[in-house]
């Protein structure tokens, strides 16, 4: 009988954040297109609001959304706590 797992040939766990996604199109433009762990999707928005100086001077913990993060977002700013919520929508 054939064992189901979530893990891969090297025994990592592929469940939960490491399980790869699919971006929507505006969140392709941060990412790329192709399938990647949510925690990767994470990394690569950071790598953008820091490139981009998007972090409120005053309060770090609020992102300041340019044309792009305010498709994604929905809104002009957004807490790094809701940030991860906000992308959600934007995962498949």
Known sequence: MAKTSTTTK????????AKPVTPSEDLAKITGKDPLPRSEVVSKMWEYIKKHDLQNPQ???EILADETLEKLFGKKKASMFEMN???N???S
Not at 10 to 17: D, H, K, P, S, V
């Open 89 to 91: 929508a934007h995962m």
């Open 85 to 87: 919520k906000l992308l």
């Open 59 to 61: 309060d770090k913990r």
């Open 10 to 17: 090297t025994g990592a766990a592929r469940g939960g954040i």
